[in-house]
């Protein structure tokens, strides 16, 4: 436990929170590693966690009867994997790949819902910072969409 | 401002719509400098702008590379060893290699945008004592695009370039990261207090390029962008590269962001 408030306070997300507050973050998270080639969750299956890669990278890919297996998008240090915890139906829209062998911290998100509800403060914080993450994913996604390297005709 | 005629000494696919012409140079005291574009004009069907993409200390050919775009573009890619374009130029302004000296060094490019920048990374190579940290970030549509793909992995086994590659969609096999290139931002290394950003690419990639170089702390005199607008004249005569109160044929196509102070904003008419 006290490891994991050890590497929640250096990294970037937690910046500016309290200890108090990391700590009680720290409380739904475990260290966990995958390894090359494994497979961190898979479409439709039940999400329950989000996870914060501290090393390696992983690829988030889509299944498609008429284009195969496509990578979506990669993340890798500092960023967080999976969103579907968050919301209902709780299951995960695309298969994370580990593309090179990774070290992460695992969120249980009912968990944090629970410490988030219990201190909203905290909560409130939590959820902006993911929110921030989230639209600038959103954004970038949309560029990448508009295939700006094409040549239109 | 009449072009001349240059003969074509070879022609490289790179890709399949994109080509790389060498052409001889108008005199042995031809020069130019990282950034310019010549006019090239294939004879009967019109005149183009098409930056040059070699090393500025090889005098003895003009390295451009082409992506068949149209009429003119189509008719240039299709030439063969011994033809013959018209020239005139180099025009424009140049990558300020000064300005990035004794400080980390940012090159972003994306897509064609890598031909532009190219003859700035030899520059930066050729000098390499001059420069702090140097990072080449590159982002094209798939694997299968990579622009200058041998060279690309050539500068990667250097030990003092970084050079990260990202595509926006990618097969399975793809080992890379897959997202825009702006994510490689994050991961490379170099002081945004004090670093110097070159960015090429297409407008709305500079544009999301340039915010998130401004929220990582980079001051709007040191990012550096090309801006190709279409062009006719290329000497600041027919206006039809204007661009707020700049021609971009001669004021540009390289300027600061601080010198546009928002016109890359503004949308070509
Ligand atoms: C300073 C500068 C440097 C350039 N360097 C290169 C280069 O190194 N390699 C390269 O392949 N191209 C480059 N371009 C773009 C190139 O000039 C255009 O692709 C070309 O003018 C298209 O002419 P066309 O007759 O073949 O096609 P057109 O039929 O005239 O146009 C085809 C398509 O290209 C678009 N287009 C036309 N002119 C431009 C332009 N100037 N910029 C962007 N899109 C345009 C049109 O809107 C249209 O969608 C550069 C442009 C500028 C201004
Ligand atoms: S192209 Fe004529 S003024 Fe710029």
Redesign the pocket.
Known sequence: MSEVFDVLVNQPFFAGMTDEQVRAVAKSAALVSFDEGSVIFVEGGPARYTYLILEGDVALTLRTQEHGSKIIQTLHRGEFVGWSWMYPPYRWNFDANVQTDVKAVQFDGPKLKKISLADPELGYTMMRRFTEVIVNRMQALRIQLLDVYS??? | MRPTARRILSVERELPD?YTLEIEPPGSDWSFLPGQ?TMLYAFG??E??????GDPSDATRIV?????????????VAKVPGDFVGLRGPY?TAWDTKAGEGRDVLIIAGG?GL??VRPLVLDVLNHRDRYGNVTLLYGARSPRDLLFADQLQEWRGRFDLEVLITVDQAEQTWRGPVGVVTSLIGRSSFDPDAAVAYVCGPEVMMRFTIQELERKGFSDDRLYV??????KCGIGLCGH?QLGRFF??KD??VMTCAQMAGSCWIR?V
């Open positions: 040549t239109f005709r | 994109t574009y069907i019109g183009v702008p098409i930056s040059i993409s451009q590379t082409i992506r068949a775009a149209g009429a003119v573009t189509d008719a240039l424009g064609i031909a532009p090309s801006m190709e607008r279409n062009m590269c971009i044929c540009g196509p070509e």
